[in-house]
């Protein structure tokens, strides 16, 4: 290890705040290399001070002149999810885009869809919310017999593609015969118990038929 150079801490000159702080910490360093000793316990006394003083004063210089700092590391932009809010008042989260055509008014999908409250309280869907087993349900996209808020969702969207969507309840369960409902009574009957809040749907376009 080369040896420190001692006229290296001198600077030329001490008009700056940021210089004057270097000034400082070259005659601290000094004293620490020079600085006397009459007996060991002030040898010990003297290094423990003076590896004090440097910690400080590196903060202070830091602090003062941010260039003597190691640089940050850069940082990613996080991936940008698209969101919409459609003329109907439906907010959707574009999850994955999927591949092919768009969908249009009056075809015939095949979806899987999760069902939540607004809150994130499970309400129904095609998928076990434990095993992860998945019943697809076959819909018409005619505006007949699906929510109004669903049907919005689904068009547009291409096989493969995943979205997620705040319903109001104006574009929702407006009556008991609208798909997509459960067949049994219970999940259905907690289905139409939310009728009147938002609901959040997640929904998987599987195939257009």
Known sequence: MAALSVKSLVPLSCTSSATRLQCKANKIILDGLHGGC???????????????????????????NPSFSVPLLEMKEPEIIRYQKLKSGVK???IVEGQGPETHEGDVVEINYVCRRSNGYFVHGTVNQLSGESNPVIISLDGKEVI?????????????GKRRALIPPSLGYINEDLK???DEFGPRRSLLSHAKEPLVFEVQLLKRL
């Open 180 to 182: 997509p409902i459960p």
């Open 38 to 64: 009459s007996t060991v316990t002030n040898c010990r006394k003297s290094r423990r001070t003076f590896l004090w003083k440097s910690v400080c004063l590196g903060a202070v210089v830091l602090h003062v």
């Open 148 to 160: 109004q808020g669903l049907k919005d969702v689904l068009v547009g969207m291409k096989v493969g």
């Open 92 to 94: 959707i989260e574009e």
